[in-house]
């Protein structure tokens, strides 16, 4: 864990025409037999790294190792953690201060779970967390003295509070017994969190349903947002504003589709009186950028006349919403839109649909010889709104080589006075687009990631990247495995795989 001293960061520094990534400086660890890394952004407290030790673990106890890197990437402590090896761990979390594990119990008998805290000083708190619904697990955060922790049990949400003063989990009401689905867990900055679902009112229009509570579990608020069939709300975030107000934003779609038209956000003050904005994507001035020019023009081109006629066009995208941000007066919305990608190993003798998701395939229904081949991206979108939800500009970002078998975010955003930086990494390079509202400051541009000694090459196809996060201010990491091969007199290695921080 010494090698943690050597780290690379992505650092914006912003001028007042572009912003250029500089490369300071690289962390690797070699790896062996298997082992696998991950990592926690702390903000301006640095990074948490951790692993399952593999030659200390066994079928009795598992071993942890976590490590504190701070933002000079000097190492702060290393701990090892033990627990049953009945545990397998589900997720991660960084709250103020604190890092967290959560861990569910496989075996048939004990469904507990067990959550592993820590504090900047590397001292380990143990909290198990006694349950006795055998849910599935779909999301976790931690605020305050409490933990919130999201599934579902034959098919309908489940969200239990945990509070770390009593210790003792209490289900949220108001939630179990709706056939709906999660789409959000917001922790708010006034002592509350919000859980939001969508699923069908008793009239079988498809909404959003917002439900805020304490941090004691008690329900403060309960909404449910107002809509038509013609305008069927699929998915929403919540963000928190002043005067306990919130702005809800998400995509809205026709009646019993999972295809998105267009984007929605919904104002609501304290009391829960609400109102509404809906865009659809023909609307939008750039949302088309990131086809071809004469694709785009065509696109354009068949609006304009639609226009001319009086007529509405709509456009069918499956689309990613992530956390609204916050800049000064405005809020940011950015999303990414996708399609799922299938090849064929043969002839079918049913002839499936093309862009039937993976569930729908093989339910007896027809037979096909289609095989899901990932989810490839198209374009992210960056929307900014006012207070009120009224859209003051938008832009895009091409994403043309991206395909991935999980649906994650790629595309993340910093801003620096008025621009914008977009950005994401894949296949070892980082991809860039600065922005300025509608403008566009600096096209697409590539930059390889840099590898920490000259002459280094990393052997194509070996790269797994697992992710791209928000370190503090404009500073950004990424993180994965690869090979690396050097046969200058320089490296300490002339060949191996290594865990990499970028």
């Given at each position: 864990m010494n090698r943690l001293l050597n780290s690379l960061i992505l650092s914006f520094?912003?001028?007042?025409?572009?912003?250029?990534?500089?490369?300071?400086?690289?962390?690797?660890?070699?790896?062996?037999?298997?082992?696998?890394?991950?990592?926690?952004?702390?903000?301006?407290?640095?990074?948490?790294?951790?692993?399952?030790?593999?030659?200390?673990?066994?079928?009795?106890?598992?071993?942890?190792?976590?490590?504190?890197?701070?933002?000079?990437?000097?190492?702060?402590?290393?701990?090892?953690?033990?627990?049953?090896?009945?545990?397998?761990?589900?997720?991660?979390?960084?709250h103020e201060g604190q890092g967290h594990l959560l861990f569910n119990n496989f075996s048939t008998k004990n469904k507990n779970l067990e959550l592993i805290s820590w504090d900047l000083t590397g001292d380990i708190e143990r909290l198990p967390i006694r349950n006795y619904i055998p849910f599935n697990y779909f999301d976790f955060v931690v605020m305050e003295d409490a933990a919130v922790i999201a599934g579902y049990f034959n098919y309908r949400p489940i969200v239990i509070l945990y509070n770390f003063r009593d210790r003792i989990p209490r289900v949220l009401p108001g939630i179990f017994n709706e056939k709906s689905t999660i789409t959000d867990i917001k922790v708010n900055d006034n002592q509350t969190f919000d859980v939001t679902l969508a699923g069908r009112t008793l009239d079988k229009k498809y909404t959003l349903f917002v439900n805020t509570f304490d941090f004691e579990g008690n329900a403060v608020k309960n909404v449910t947002l107002d809509t038509d069939r013609t305008k069927s709300l699929l998915f929403g975030r919540t963000q928190q504003m002043e005067s306990n107000a919130q702005l809800v934003a998400g995509v809205y779609g026709r009646y019993n589709s999972e295809y998105s038209r267009g984007l929605f956000v919904t104002s609501l003050n304290r009391f829960g009186e609400q109102k509404s904005k809906f865009y659809n994507y023909a609307e939008l001035k750039n949302f088309f950028n990131y086809m071809r020019a004469g694709r785009e023009k065509r696109v354009r081109n068949r609006i304009e006349r639609r226009k001319i006629k009086g007529k509405k066009i709509r456009f069918n995208y499956r689309f990613l919403v992530h956390d609204l941000i916050e800049y000064d007066d405005q809020y940011v919305l950015l999303g990414e839109a996708f399609y799922p990608k299938y090849r064929n190993t043969g002839t079918s003798a049913g002839g499936g649909n093309f862009f039937n998701p993976v569930p729908n395939i093989n339910r007896g229904l027809y037979s096909s010889n289609l095989i899901f081949d990932g989810y490839r991206y198209t374009h992210a979108v960056v929307l900014g709104f006012d207070k009120s939800g009224n859209l003051l500009w938008d832009n895009s970002f091409e994403i043309n080589d991206v395909i991935s078998f999980e649906l994650e975010q790629f595309v993340h955003a910093s801003k620096s006075g008025e621009n914008i930086a977009l950005l994401y990494v894949y296949d070892n390079k980082i991809r860039s687009k600065i922005i300025m509202e509608n403008d566009v400051v600096e096209g697409k541009e590539l930059l390889d990631v840099a590898l920490k000694y000259e002459g280094d090459q990393s052997r194509e196809g070996s790269t797994n990247l697992m992710g791209l996060n928000k370190w503090h201010n404009n500073t950004f990491f990424n993180y994965g495995t690869h090979s690396v091969t050097n046969i200058s007199k320089e490296a300490v290695l002339p060949q191996s795989d290594v865990f990499f921080i970028n």
């Open positions: 520094v912003f001028t007042s025409v572009h912003a250029q990534i500089v490369q300071n400086e690289r962390f690797e660890i070699p790896i062996e037999n298997g082992e696998s890394y991950d990592v926690i952004s702390a903000g301006e407290d640095g990074l948490f790294v951790y692993q399952k030790v593999l030659g200390q673990s066994n079928n009795l106890n598992t071993v942890w190792k976590i490590a504190r890197v701070d933002t000079s990437f000097d190492v702060q402590w290393v701990k090892l953690y033990s627990l049953s090896a009945d545990y397998e761990l589900v997720d991660h979390y960084y």
